[in-house]
Every structure is written in structure tokens, then in C-alpha cells.
């Protein structure tokens, strides 16, 4: 059982937008920046998002991410079919001393 | 361009040891954290343990605290994971990242499997 929360799946239709949640606590995301990594089956993950909101220069704007609090959003503006893989959040505990992810959500593209 | 290469996976008995490898280049290794992070089959990420640059800040999750080793040759600019005692539920593709907090780049993986 993961300590960051996220919904196991999410859908929504080509050039929709979606948005993913990522709720954990004051030790971790309420304290520490909050990190998202996009997989595709069979490959290792990519991060899409850093320090809360900022983007790796590859990675377009379609992309988001936002914190409030001790919860984080993933939002992925204009879905693409090639959108549709696993994505997780992520963020350091300072209570724990390790680093937390999210159980994950797959993301499909109706 | 950051490469992260892994090696030492295998097939080992219960109980067994297995000790894994990343060689890494493309940046100046021995300023950075590094990080093994695994995905047991069809599940999700799991963060494993992490290592400072200058291996003073050594951390491991619950799970393979006592039984796993991070260590780091900066001479060498790898990266390694000594796995003891291992078990069924260490089975997964292990990750080496670079970073602690930001794991922004990322190997391959190394498949270990644990079965009699």
C-alpha cells in the first residue's frame, strides 16, 4: 500500500483534457517537492514533471503540474492516443527517510 | 548524453546473494546522488535505497533494510547494490536513477528473479 495516493486509472477522449491526483501528508509532498514519471509498458520511466510544476525541456507544455498543500496534479491538456501509459508521482519523506511513489495510474486515451 | 547501464541480474535461489552494477557516464558522477529503484511484475515503482556523492548520506527502504548494501566507486563511475538473503518479493526489474528526490535519469533495469 502506497503512502502518495493516486486513482489506479483515469480516461478520457482524444484532445480532452485529464487530470491526475496525488494525495499524501505533511512529511512528504506538504514538505518536499513533488516529482511525475510517465511509463510505457515494457520501458523505463521518464520524468515529466519536477520540483512541483517545472518541465525537462523535451517534454511539451501539454503537460502540467501543480501542488497545494499536501496534495499534487498531473494535468495532460490535448490527449493523445501515444498519452496512454502509467504515470506516478513521487516525492522524498522526511519523517521515513526514503522516497515515496505514488501506486501509479493508467491512463487511457477513449 | 546520461547513460545509465545495469548488470548483474539473474536467476537465484532463496536466500541467495546477487550483487548489481551500474556503470554510468555522460555527467560528472561522483557530485551526484544515486538511486536503485525496482518494479516487482504487472506492479509499480518501488524506491529501493539511495547514496550521496560522497556516500556520507546512505538511505534504504524498510523492505531490504539489513539485507541490502548501496555502495558507490567513483573512481569507477559505478554504481552498486549488494542483495542478500534475498526473497520471492524481491523478484522485479531493478532501476538505477540518477538523483534522490528527482530521479531524472534512468537506466535500463536488470531483471532479478528470485525462484527455487
Known amino acids: 500500500q502506497s503512502v502518495l495516493t493516486q486513482p489506479p486509472s483515469v480516461s478520457a477522449a482524444p484532445g480532452q483534457k485529464v487530470t491526475i491526483s496525488c494525495s499524501g501528508s505533511?512529511?512528504?509532498?506538504?514538505?518536499?517537492?513533488v516529482s511525475w514519471y510517465q511509463q510505457f509498458p515494457g520501458t523505463a520511466p521518464k520524468v515529466l514533471i519536477y520540483?512541483?510544476?517545472k518541465r525537462p525541456s523535451e517534454i511539451p507544455d501539454r503537460f502540467s503540474g501543480s501542488k497545494s498543500g499536501t496534495s499534487a496534479t498531473l494535468g495532460i491538456a490535448g490527449l493523445q492516443t501515444g498519452d496512454e501509459a502509467d504515470y506516478y508521482c513521487?516525492?522524498?519523506?522526511?519523517?521515513?527517510?526514503?522516497?515515496?511513489f505514488g501506486g501509479g495510474t493508467k491512463l487511457t486515451a477513449l | 548524453e546520461v547513460q545509465l547501464l545495469e548488470s548483474g541480474g539473474g536467476l537465484v535461489q532463496p536466500g541467495g546473494s546477487l550483487r548489481l552494477s551500474c556503470a554510468a557516464s555522460?555527467?560528472?558522477?561522483?557530485?551526484?546522488?544515486m538511486s536503485w529503484v525496482r518494479q516487482a511484475p504487472g506492479k509499480g515503482l518501488e524506491w529501493v535505497s539511495s547514496?550521496?556523492?560522497?556516500?556520507?548520506?546512505?538511505n534504504y527502504a524498510d523492505s531490504v533494510k539489513g539485507r541490502f548494501t548501496i555502495s558507490r566507486d567513483n573512481s569507477k563511475n559505478t554504481l552498486y547494490l549488494q542483495m542478500n538473503s534475498l526473497r520471492g518479493e524481491d523478484t522485479a526489474v531493478y532501476y538505477c536513477?540518477?538523483?534522490?528526490?528527482?530521479?531524472?535519469?534512468w537506466g535500463q533495469g536488470t531483471l532479478v528473479t528470485v525462484s527455487s
Open positions: 536513477t540518477k538523483g534522490r528526490q528527482l530521479l531524472d535519469n
Open positions: 555522460g555527467f560528472t558522477f561522483s557530485i551526484y546522488a
Open positions: 547514496v550521496s556523492g560522497s556516500s556520507d548520506i546512505i
Open positions: 520540483d512541483n510544476y
Open positions: 513521487e516525492s522524498w519523506d522526511d519523517s521515513l527517510n526514503v522516497a515515496l
Open positions: 505533511s512529511s512528504n509532498i506538504g514538505n518536499n517537492y
